[in-house]
Structures are given as structure tokens and as C-alpha cells.
């Protein structure tokens, strides 16, 4: 406790205003600007119209995505089977609805744990400091230091195609990012006065982490995970092509360009309905995160 | 100290080259499945078997293979390739002019079309050409890029049937003497128009590939740098004393917009080297990506290696050079983050 800080008068109604007004603010300010940005709105429209159709997508999808109707395959789009159908006769609309719900699932898989390892490790190096916060974030520069897609090729490579494995290769080298975002929200969050208050009435190390660090640092983290949300499918969509994510007869998106790919003389629509479907759903969360970028650093460039 | 900084970034890059290394050697070797078998094939005698094992060096406890591994490298030598029979070194030697010259090709792409459509969407702010290049620059960064290689394979060869989708020159046309290694320069070299011709055509699709994302990312970087320089007083300074715009704007702002924008060159040269493996997959272009991919389907351990640490030295030399290039350009600012 500084000096200059005890002369500061605190009011009796709020302890600990700076960080939560700040956060009010951010999504006051995201309000606002999704008002005048209308790429922004339809970004976010975007978003939701992908986002149901992943939850509910039992129930919207006309056909079973896995059915194989040999007679009907490689029909084009238009007609009974709205977006045409692949080498099997499968309806490429339910199979782009359900690639939804598993790309949702994963590239959610892969940020949050990226997110945990990056909010222990950051959280850890932050908060405890000194020999174990230069550890820490040394290791964490080195895996910022190279192609995190090459080591996430080669760990998945290592580890054998499944899509549970290419989950794990690419939060592998997702979290450096996170854990150097926590760190810095620890360092400056530890600063406040409230955490010296709490320290003073006698709070525990864990209660004062858990209550007081964690929720204060934990919204920069997900404004991150949504901007990165459109860059890991994309990525998921690349580790499946290549053969290293999900395995058939999964209907997931890379795959099912990657298995277009044979009919790219004739039958294109094969491989480019699926890659529409990535497109869209990349394209919204990129919409989202460009208007997020211009509301929290006008001038730069994230990452 | 310019010199002193450089030298720690060099140690820096070393020691990060090494824990990259011990990293895909441990994943590499953690696997169940055998190269060794996978190469020799199934009915290979227990003998044989252990004499290849033993000629990779394979029989020794991992520790001493890794820094057995290391020493070479030191020296290197990065052992012998198990799918191939021959040096790592030779190949890589051999697949990377394909890559370097396809990287090379997208990064000029990008520099003659990012420019021009970054400034003129910065003169346009908020107009429609302006939209529309933010529009194309979001969606350029939404495209899975193997997707953006199957859709220029099917207008551009199934559809119209302009340009060949796969190789580096047409299988009826011998490849010019290898002088650089880049078919372009070594068909001139040896006059070969015809070969010429071919080289090109078969660049343009996965150059145009690979270009696309960066493309996105520099016109963006191009456009705000612009919008910056546009506000400074040196350009009202210039406007004021009634210069043309012409020239306001291309000596005066599109200058200093060039250092960030140098930079973002030098860091999406980088990037590019994980765009390249999908592209070259995608193209069957003979370069480091078709090898590595090759070498990863047979559990090639030295191949492996050898591809991840040269394209992460690579990467780890533009990414320094970036940082160079900006302090060099910008003499305000000072790489080594202390005050000025």
C-alpha cells in the first residue's frame, strides 16, 4: 500500500469499480458499434444462423447425413436433394448442417483448451512471478517463436489421424497466445486496490484468484477465443483435408472437400458446397472479429 | 547496440531451434508404427530388419539418438532419409528452389495487387471501393486455402481449361538444366522459350493459391498505414505548399506507409510456409510440402525433422529480419524497446 493510494478517497458503494466499469464499457461499446456497422451485424447474423443450425441440427437437417442412396449420388444441386449429393448418394445439405455442429464442436474443443492451459500457465506466471513467470513465458515465447501450424501438422501427424487428435495438436500450439494474454491481465488486475483489500481482511491466495483475479481477467480471453474462432475451423477444415482430423463416414467439412476433390471435373459441386458452408461460417465470426478489432485497437493489427 | 541486439536474437533462435527440434523428435518418436518395417515391407527378415535399424541408428536409447542427432547437425548433417535412401540435406536441397520459387512468386503477387488495392482503398475510405476491398480481404482470410486451389483448378483448367493444374512444366516438355533450381530463371538461362512458357503457366494457379490470404492481410496493413500517413502534418505540409495529390501521395505518404507494410511482408513470407503444404499438396508441386507430407505418411523421422527445422529457421529469419527492417526503415524507432 503506497501512500498516494491510501490518500485516495474510496467510496463506501463500490470497492472495486475500475475493471468492471471498463468491462461494461466494452460491451456498451460493442453495442454501439454493431449499430453503425452493418458488416458487423451481418457477421453476427451470420454467427446465429450457423450456431442454431449446429444445435439443432438433428431437427432442421431434411435427411440422415450419413443414408448412402446409391442410385441418387452425385446429383447437382436443385430439385429433391437441395444442394445436389456426393459419391454416395448422401444429401450434401444435411451433411453441411451436421459438418456445423462438429466444427462448432471442435474449433469450441480447441479454444477452451487452449483457453485453460492459457489461463493456468499465464495465470501462474502472472501471479506468482519471478524465477517461475521468466520459466514460464520463456517456454511460452518458444512455442510463439516458430510455424505453430507445422508443429500442430507434425503432432498430429505423430499422433495418428482422429479427430480428437488433431483437437489436441492444434490447442497444442493455440495456447502460447492465451497464456501471454492472462499473464498480462494478472499483472495489471494485481495492481488494484480491492485485491490489497481483500489481502488485508485476510482472504487466502486461492480466494483471492478465484474471486477476485480470475473474473476480472477473463473477458479479454474470450473476445480472443470468438476472434479466433473463424481462424481454428479453418485450420480443423486444413488438418481434415490433409487426412489428420475427422475419419469417414463423419460428415465434416474438410473431409468432404478433400473426397470432393476426385469430382472436380465434372461434379464440382461436390467439393464446393462444403467449402461454402466453411466459408460462411468463417466469414461471420471474421465479420464479428474485425468490428471487436476496431473497438479495442484502432491502429494495430492484432497478433 | 544494433549488433548486440542481433547476436541475442540469434542465440535466441538457436536455443528455440533446439527445443523445436527436441519437441518433433519426442512426438516423431512416440509413435507405435515402425519405419523401418514400413519401408522394408512386411516379409523383410528379422536381419535385415535390424541391419537397416541399425544403419538409421534406430537401435540406440532414444537420449543418445536425439544428441546424436544434434551433433550431426552441428556439423550439417541431417542423417539419412529412411523413404529415400539419400542424405536429408540432398533432398531437402533438392524439393526447396520448387517451394522457394512458388513462395517467391506468391509474395510478388501480393506486393503488385496488395499495393495499389490498399491505397486506393485508403483514398476511398468508406466508399464503396473501400467496402468492397474490405469485403474481398475478409473473405480472402475465410477461404480454407486448399478450397481457393480446388476452385482455381476447376474454373481456370476443368471449366475453361486455360491453365494446368498440377506440376511445374508440362510432362511432354524435358525441364531446363538446373542452374538455380528455379525453372523460370533456368529455362531463360538456357533460352528455352517453349519451357519458359510452360514454367509460367504452371506457376500462375499456385502462386495466385498461395497468394490469397496474405493478400488480404497486406491490403488491410496497407490500407490503415496509408489512412495514418494521411493525417500526419508532413501531408498537409505537402498539400498546403500546392504539390500535386499525385505526388502528395506517392512520395510524401505511400513512403512512410511503406514501413509497416515491409514488415508485414517480411511476416507473412512466414506464414506462407504453412499455406505451402496444402498448396503444393493441392498442386502436386514437386517442393518441401509434397516431400514432408510424403515423409510424414511413412514416419520418416530424419525427413521430418529436417523439414520442420528448416522451414522454422526460415520462419525464425524472416521474423527476425521484420524486426530489423523496421527499426532500419523507421529511425524513430528502436528495436531494442528501450527509450530513444
Known amino acids: ?116 492451459v492459457g489461463i493456468i500457465i499465464g495465470g501462474t506466471a502472472g501471479y506468482v512471478g519471478g524465477r517461475l513467470d521468466n520459466l514460464l513465458m520463456r517456454l511460452t515465447d518458444m512455442f510463439l517463436a516458430f510455424p505453430g501450424y507445422i508443429l500442430a501438422l507434425a503432432i498430429a501427424g505423430a499422433l495418428g489421424p482422429s479427430l480428437t487428435n488433431a483437437i489436441v495438436s492444434v490447442a497444442t500450439v493455440w495456447w502460447p497466445w492465451y497464456a501471454r494474454l492472462m499473464r498480462g491481465q494478472v499483472l495489471s488486475v494485481k495492481q488494484n486496490l480491492y485485491i490489497d483489500a481483500a489481502r488485508n481482511i485476510g482472504a487466502s491466495d486461492a480466494r483471492i484468484v478465484l474471486r477476485h483475479i480470475l473474473p476480472n481477467c477473463i473477458t479479454p480471453l474470450l473476445v480472443l477465443a470468438t476472434m479466433d474462432f473463424g481462424i481454428v475451423i479453418l485450420v480443423m477444415a486444413n488438418l481434415s483435408f490433409l487426412g489428420l482430423g475427422a475419419q469417414p463416414p463423419e460428415p465434416e467439412l474438410g473431409y468432404m472437400i478433400a473426397r470432393g476433390r476426385l469430382y472436380f471435373m465434372n461434379q464440382w459441386w461436390v467439393a464446393t458446397v462444403p467449402g461454402v458452408a466453411i466459408f460462411l461460417m468463417a466469414l461471420g465470426t471474421n465479420l464479428m472479429g474485425d468490428a471487436w478489432r476496431d473497438i479495442l485497437d484502432p491502429r494495430t493489427q492484432s497478433r | 547496440m544494433r549488433l548486440q541486439y542481433i547476436v541475442q536474437r540469434l542465440m535466441w533462435m538457436i536455443v528455440s531451434l533446439i527445443g523445436i527440434s527436441l519437441i518433433t523428435f519426442v512426438v516423431s518418436h512416440i509413435v507405435p508404427a515402425d519405419p523401418i518395417r514400413a519401408v522394408a515391407g512386411m516379409e523383410a527378415l528379422g536381419e535385415q530388419v535390424e541391419v537397416l535399424r541399425q544403419k538409421y541408428g534406430l537401435d540406440k536409447p532414444l537420449p543418445e539418438q536425439y544428441w546424436r542427432w544434434l551433433v550431426n547437425l552441428a556439423q550439417g548433417d541431417l542423417g539419412l532419409s529412411i523413404r529415400t535412401g539419400q542424405p536429408v540435406t540432398e533432398d531437402l536441397g533438392r524439393y526447396a528452389p520448387a517451394t522457394a520459387e512458388l513462395a517467391l512468386s506468391a509474395m510478388f503477387l501480393v506486393a503488385i495487387v496488395g ?32 478450397w481457393v486451389g480446388l476452385l482455381l483448378q476447376i474454373v481456370f483448367f476443368a471449366r475453361l481449361g486455360v491453365l494446368p493444374a498440377d506440376g511445374r512444366i508440362d510432362i511432354m516438355i524435358s525441364p531446363p538444366p538446373r542452374v538455380t533450381g528455379f525453372y523460370t530463371l533456368d529455362s531463360l538461362l538456357s533460352g528455352d522459350m517453349q519451357a519458359f512458357k510452360s514454367v509460367v503457366q504452371h506457376l500462375i494457379l499456385p502462386a495466385a493459391n498461395l497468394a490469397f490470404g496474405s493478400l488480404a492481410v497486406l491490403t488491410r496493413m496497407v490500407r490503415s498505414s496509408m489512412l495514418d500517413v494521411l493525417g500526419e502534418d508532413y501531408v498537409r505540409t505537402a498539400r498546403a505548399k500546392g504539390l500535386k495529390e499525385r505526388r502528395v501521395i506517392l512520395l510524401h505518404a505511400l513512403r512512410n506507409a511503406l514501413i509497416p507494410t515491409t514488415t508485414t511482408m517480411a511476416l507473412q513470407m512466414g506464414a506462407l510456409m504453412g499455406g505451402v503444404f496444402l498448396v503444393e499438396l493441392m498442386f502436386s508441386w514437386p517442393g518441401l510440402g509434397f516431400y514432408a507430407m510424403r515423409s510424414i505418411t511413412l514416419i520418416d523421422f530424419p525427413s521430418i525433422m529436417g523439414v520442420a527445422i528448416l522451414m522454422t529457421t526460415i520462419y525464425a529469419i524472416f521474423n527476425l529480419l521484420a524486426d530489423l527492417l523496421y527499426g532500419l526503415l523507421d529511425p524513430r524507432i528502436s528495436v531494442e524497446g528501450g527509450a530513444e
Open chain 1, 1 to 116: 500500500m503506497g501512500a498516494k493510494r491510501k490518500g485516495k478517497a474510496v467510496g463506501s458503494a463500490d470497492l472495486f469499480p475500475e475493471v468492471q466499469y471498463a468491462q461494461r464499457g466494452l460491451w456498451q461499446n460493442m453495442l454501439r458499434n454493431l449499430r453503425r456497422n452493418p458488416l458487423a451485424i451481418a457477421g453476427l447474423v451470420l454467427v446465429l444462423i450457423v450456431l442454431s443450425l449446429a444445435i439443432l441440427a438433428p431437427w432442421v437437417a431434411p435427411r440422415d447425413p450419413l443414408e448412402v442412396d446409391l442410385p441418387n449420388k452425385l446429383l447437382p444441386p436443385g430439385g429433391e436433394y437441395l444442394l445436389g449429393t456426393d459419391d454416395m448418394g448422401r444429401d450434401l445439405l444435411s451433411r453441411c448442417i451436421f459438418g456445423f455442429r462438429i466444427s462448432v464442436r471442435t474449433a469450441v474443443s480447441v479454444l477452451s483448451l487452449a483457453c485453460s
Open chain 2, 115 to 146: 499495393l495499389p488495392l490498399g491505397v486506393i482503398s485508403a483514398l476511398n475510405k468508406d466508399g464503396p471501393l473501400d467496402h468492397l476491398s474490405r469485403i474481398v480481404a475478409l473473405s480472402g482470410v475465410s477461404m480454407p486455402i486448399f
